[in-house]
């Protein structure tokens, strides 16, 4: 990437250990990342995965035990959380509860001295912004959970921030409010051009929102991309473990060519991929079950025996036995009654086209 | 089975005898306060003159003056103490936490007659001269575990992100403890000064021990005059002593309810 502009943020081989000795824990192990302007950027992971200390090491409410930081192209090592330029939405919100909902918006503006009459207007547009206008007088206390994470982000957005950082903010909403709340984050973020580093453990909210995704575990990054790239193209078996439903089966590459390679996965059942790998490697394809074609009579595609059939409403999950030792399940859609098309103990036939297979680094 | 399942027969008639033995002896006190005989234990009638009798009484003034000046002094110290050590030991954790939470605490388990004859030994073995400023460092001490307890159990019940969202908006650690921490401190403050106020009213043993002369306190007062014989003006200095400490405890506990 040749980008003019600095990166939004940029971590580069940060690590964080807490404790010292033989007791410390490493949270974060030589992570580093990219960040473009106006980016709605997702840490995405399990909890302990270290997403939440990425997040506090930008706010500098913790200080990375090496690699360094750099928002907007400066360095931000010693500096405290009040001298930099990002905000944050705390997953708690953390509204002060003895103020007004325009004094904790206000808040911000006050300690930068901003002269009163600009506090008083960037208040109001701000409340307007995430619809609160009226409730200026209100206490925390008074508010509804939805209308106290409007309020955070209103008194986060008040500040300008050049990031600002969501710490699993929709995770104490109900699913009706979440949904709401997530066109309402995306409806902001394109109203305000800013740069978003949303934390979440939850993979819809992560693929519906996000312009890239990193995907964390164990204190690394395993992969950083499109939603599309995410589940699509996993790099990882944890990626595509993590994100949606995937097969992943253990196989060994028997040839391969221009086109790509055929892995063998048990005696008479070969997948072929659209990725090379050398021949006589040991390998785990990752294939997503919407991707698996099933069918009754077709000459070709490997022998399966149906083991159960269940219904989702919008599509039947076809649970099998390839090979008579490798679970494998297809996801079919319910157009034309797929859930009558196959019963327990029938043999069917199935595939997958190349591209479907993945190959994925443990 | 609930504990509420459990029925004996005469719980009631015990639970009122209970009653009747904790708090009759302090209503015929306060009644008696009130009678007109010069006897205190032999009612003849209604009469307030008891209380302008104690009103009237300069040496018992003198006495609720020095009370009065000695529980502020003491209060307000105990409680500054108190707040920076419940500061000092927020959201810390470990063994040396803990360490200190149980020194702070041991006043409350140490037999006052001992803090009593401890600190009277070390005020005449470091040379100060027994008075008023020996009651109110001895109060002082006293107190620090009563005020302590309300502020850090504020404390304990506040948002850690709290302070870490005032630092996010630009607040400086100072900004931050005057604009966030203290006002939600502010009950829990209140509350311990109460309660170290009313703990150093009504202290008799300590005071006894380390008072000198032109340092009688209220307690120290009545003691005396209970000597002579329990006349109804001790009575009704008693009650008043009652009322403000029942409005003290009151007023304490109202605050330290008060929602977030």
């Known amino acids: ?362 | 089975m609930s504990p509420s399942s459990l029925r004996f027969p005469g719980l009631r008639a015990v639970l009122a005898s209970f009653f009747v033995y904790l708090y009759l002896p302090i209503i015929v006190l306060v009644v008696l306060s009130f009678n007109a005989s010069p006897q205190a234990t032999i009612w003849t009638g209604f009469s307030i003159d008891w209380y302008g009798r104690v009103l009237d009484n300069p040496d018992l003034m003198r006495a609720f003056r020095n009370s009065l000046l000695i529980a502020t002094t003491a209060a307000v110290g105990a409680t500054v103490l108190a707040t920076l050590a419940a500061l000092g030991t927020q959201r810390r954790q470990g063994g040396a936490v803990d360490a200190v939470n149980a020194v702070i605490a041991l006043p409350l388990v140490v037999p006052e007659i001992v803090t009593a004859v401890a600190s009277l030994l070390f005020f005449i073995m470091i040379g100060l001269r027994l008075g008023l400023g020996t009651v109110i460092l001895a109060h002082l001490v006293f107190c620090i575990p009563f005020a302590y307890l309300p502020i850090r159990a504020r404390l304990e019940g506040m948002d850690a992100a709290l302070e870490e969202a005032a630092a996010d908006l630009y607040a400086t650690p100072a900004a931050t403890f005057r604009r966030v921490t203290l006002p939600l401190l502010w009950p829990g403050l209140l509350s311990g000064l109460m309660l170290a106020f009313i703990i150093s009213l009504d202290d008799f043993v300590i005071t006894y021990f380390v008072s000198g002369p032109g340092a009688t306190t209220l307690p120290v007062y009545i003691f005396g005059m209970i000597r002579i014989g329990v006349s109804p003006e001790v009575n009704a200095v008693s009650s008043l002593i009652l009322l403000i400490s029942i409005a003290f405890v009151a007023a304490s506990w109202v605050i330290g309810r008060l929602k977030r």
């Open chain 1, 1 to 362: 990437m040749a980008d003019k502009a600095p990166a939004a943020v940029e971590v580069v081989a940060v690590s964080k250990r807490f404790g010292s000795g033989a007791d410390a824990v490493v949270a974060l192990d030589e992570v580093s990342l990219a960040l473009r302007p106006n980016e709605f950027f997702t840490l995405l992971g399990p909890s302990g995965c270290g997403k939440t200390t990425l997040l506090r090491l930008i706010a500098g409410f913790e200080q990375p035990s090496a690699g360094q930081i750099l928002i907007d192209g400066e360095p931000v090592a010693g500096l405290p959380p009040y001298r930099r330029p990002v905000n944050t939405v705390f997953q708690s919100y953390a509204l002060f509860p003895h103020m007004t909902v325009a004094q904790n918006v206000a808040f911000g503006l006050e300690m930068r001295r901003r002269p009163a009459a600009e506090i008083a207007a960037t208040v109001a547009e701000m409340l307007a912004l995430v619809r609160l206008g009226g409730l200026e007088a209100r206490r925390p206390a008074q508010l509804s959970g939805g209308q106290q994470q409007r309020v955070a982000l209103a008194r986060a957005l008040a500040n300008h921030p050049k990031v600002l950082l969501l710490d699993e903010p929709l995770s104490a909403l109900d699913l009706k409010l979440r949904k709401e709340m997530q066109a309402e984050l995306k409806r902001i973020q394109h109203a305000t051009g800013l740069t978003f580093v949303f934390v979440t453990h939850d993979q819809g909210e992560a693929l519906t929102m996000s312009d890239r995704i990193a995907v964390m575990s164990g204190g690394r990054v395993l992969q950083v991309g499109t939603p599309e790239d995410i589940y699509e193209r996993p790099t990882h078996r944890f990626v595509a473990d993590f994100i949606g439903d995937t097969n992943l089966l253990e196989a060994e590459c028997i040839a391969h060519d221009a086109s790509g390679s055929r892995c063998r996965v048990a005696d008479g059942i070969e997948i072929a991929t659209a990725q090379s790998a050398a021949v006589g490697t040991r390998v785990t394809l990752a294939i997503r079950p919407e991707r698996v074609e099933l069918a009754r009579a077709a000459p070709t595609g490997w022998p399966a025996r149906v083991e159960s059939v269940t219904y989702f409403g919008t599509d039947t999950t076809v649970q099998m036995m390839l090979g008579g030792a490798v679970t494998f399940q297809a996801r079919v859609q319910n157009r034309n009654g797929a859930v009558h098309a196959f019963a327990p103990g029938d043999t069917v036939r199935v595939s997958a086209p190349p591209d479907a297979v993945r190959i994925v680094a443990d």
